[in-house]
């Protein structure tokens, strides 16, 4: 059986999940969770992070949503990141945009690559 | 003009840096950079992390000819994460797969989804 306490968290108990779209493939987002989190988002099915500002769990979409349905957990080589599929309701970014990662660097300066859903 | 000092870096002066292939979309690997890492990412067009276990900068592929060409950089909204789209050569974990994600969790236990291509 699959233990959340057998990966590799930091000194702050933290590992990085990155959140990409099981359909489309694009990454959404990275946020962190604890072993707790890991160990509710694959018990729930919907994925749960660890709020690093507001030091609290944040079951994303709980408030806005735009929840992340989990579709499959990944682990990496060395158990120190997560791959988290998902499907994804509306915006997986708070500014309303599907994907946090909406600016581009081109030819040396930042472009916007992506606008708001909603 | 991107400044790589406008991004936010940890503790440690660290941010974190995904790579996903720029044509199949498949997340490859997550690795950090520094200011510097990112600046020479862009300037040499070949994608470069800093090692923290060797504590140097990490030209990936230098010395296992699997290189990461750099497609496009992009920052997310709160600007403390890297999406590094790439064309990478050959398997980008050091376990020879072509991601590092090759553990899912699937019915509760670790099964392995990717062998190694070499």
Avoid at 6 to 18: C, E, M, Q, T
Avoid at 70 to 77: G, N, T
Wanted: glycine letters at 6%.
């Amino acid at each position: 059986m699959f233990d959340p306490a057998s990966l590799k968290y930091d000194v702050n108990g933290l590992i990085p999940a990155i959140a990409q779209d099981a359909e489309s493939h694009d990454v959404l987002m990275m946020a962190w969770m604890n072993a707790e989190a890991v160990a509710q988002t694959l018990q729930t099915g919907r994925v749960t992070y660890w709020s690093r500002s507001r030091k609290s769990f944040w079951v994303k979409g709980e408030s806005s949503g735009h929840v992340q349905e989990l579709v499959e957990l990944r682990v990496d080589c060395d158990r120190d990141c997560l791959l988290v599929l998902v499907r994804q309701t509306g915006p997986a970014c708070h500014t309303n945009r599907r994907s946090c990662f909406y600016t581009a660097i081109r030819e040396g300066a930042e472009t916007e690559i992506m606008k708001p859903m909603i």
